[in-house]
């Protein structure tokens, strides 16, 4: 995740060397992390075993 | 952990310590309805707190109605233990050995029951070892040296250490590494199913079941409804 996550940013300010509003760089750095997590999630054999609340 | 055996299958505890990451693991677990551990090291704990952490895992839980825990990774010492517990956190890794390798067995003992005992007031699933893990959580550019070898479970030896403490989970060695290097480090998941053939730990309690939303531990910040635990 930290991989992914450092990765995204390297890239990000790579590619807006003028842009200082980190919010509008956050985007594709959330997208890398998810992809990564849900990698593993994908390996662990626990996609759709989430307990549905009662509620 | 019986919904984990029954339906064979993992829960993965992803670190996280910062924003994004919470959103990133958040969005996973609701796009493949997959429960989900978030758990802080000691490094993150000191950046984020223990109550922000806590209150980002319920906001996210509710938000996107997944179904997360969270976790105390590596818990340096008893007090960080404690008030990780006193924060909510559903499990603590205790992590002794890792944090002083010249303690003595006895001493991990010790402290660790001191922990578990602790973890009665709110029902936390406790987690710990005998052994440290080797390996830092960095890119690792060499391979993997004779020195990173990590030290792989005994299993008699775990097996008395889980009954002298009384632990929920054990934290397995088979030849994991914190880490990444340029080849994967070789893992024994045979010696672990040995490992967990020999039922090391029996949680007291239902963990799994809880229902997360109605049943769960209290995660209100200073516990104010201890009582309703259902555990």
Known sequence: LRIAHRTALEG??????DEYAMVKLVGPLIDAVRDTVEQKIQAFGSARLAAIPSA | ????????????????????????????????????LIEASASEVSFMGLRLLRSLVDTYADEFDI???????????????????????ELIHIDLSGSDHSLSTDDIIRGTKEVVQY????????????????GSSTLHPEAISTH????????E????????????????????????YPTPPRTGF???ESLAGGALCQPQSPWWQWDHRDSGP??????????????
């Not at chain 2, 997360?68 to 956190?89: C, M, Q, R, T, W």
């Not at chain 2, 030896?157 to 990444?180: M, P, Y």
């Open chain 2, 67 to 89: 179904e997360v825990y969270l976790n105390l990774d590596h818990a340096p010492s008893i007090e960080a233990a404690k008030a990780g517990i006193d924060a909510g956190f």
């Open chain 2, 148 to 155: 990173s070898q990590p030290a792989k479970t005994d299993p």
């Open chain 2, 1 to 36: 952990m019986g919904r984990t055996r029954t339906h064979r299958f993992a829960v993965g505890a992803f670190n996280a310590g910062d924003i994004e990451t919470f959103r990133a693991i958040a969005e996973a677990s609701d796009a493949l309805s997959a429960p989900v």
């Open chain 2, 218 to 231: 209290d995660r209100s910040v200073g516990g104010h409804q201890q009582d309703q635990y259902q555990l």
């Open chain 2, 190 to 192: 045979r010696a672990s």
């Open chain 1, 12 to 17: 990000e300010l790579r590619d807006h060397p």
């Open chain 2, 119 to 134: 973890a009665t007031s709110t029902g936390a699933l406790v987690e710990s070892e005998d052994h440290w893990f080797s």
């Open chain 2, 157 to 180: 030896q775990a097996s008395r250490f889980v009954k002298a403490t009384g632990i929920d989970t054990f934290a397995v060695a088979i030849g994991n590494l914190h880490g990444a």
